[in-house]
């Protein structure tokens, strides 16, 4: 069977309206979030934990490159993982799905006969790193990003940590 991704030209902006992050003081699952009905990376955006009550506005203009962090307050992405040796990030669940589509394709498709080169080049899809479009990596990547879509909600460490690193259980 081929499974096939289509690029409807996403980038990584189309998934900044909503990024889950883990709280930088009680360590929980907290959401930074638009706070207006524009979707614009500009937005004013609201950090909130519902765990302790953190809470922090974002009104600036500087953002940061994502990595494992947000690119607003810089807090640590909840959807993180290690794969194939490198680091696997998600900005949200959305994202997530999206990665998983296009890991799991074996056809990939870009939009043809169109004229704006420089859209296309800078979509998502066209900037995968070779790891993750590797076939051979495809089951690992698939896997980590399985994990993390069971793991929503709960702790971001009991994905990162590996059994052996885990601490001893009182
Ligand atoms: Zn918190």
Known sequence: ??????????????????????????????????TTDKSWMFSPRRFSCTSCGKHKEWKESGLGAVTDSDPYFGYKLWFLANSCGHTLFALNEKHLDFLHSYVEATHRKRPRKENDEMIRNGTLASRFPAWMKSAKNRDDVLRSIEKLKQNKGSANKAVLTTPEAAPPTS
């Open 1 to 34: 069977m081929t499974t096939e991704f289509i690029d409807k030209k996403e980038t990584i902006y189309d998934f900044y309206d909503r990024i889950d992050v883990e709280c930088p003081d009680c360590g929980a699952h907290a959401i930074v979030r638009n």
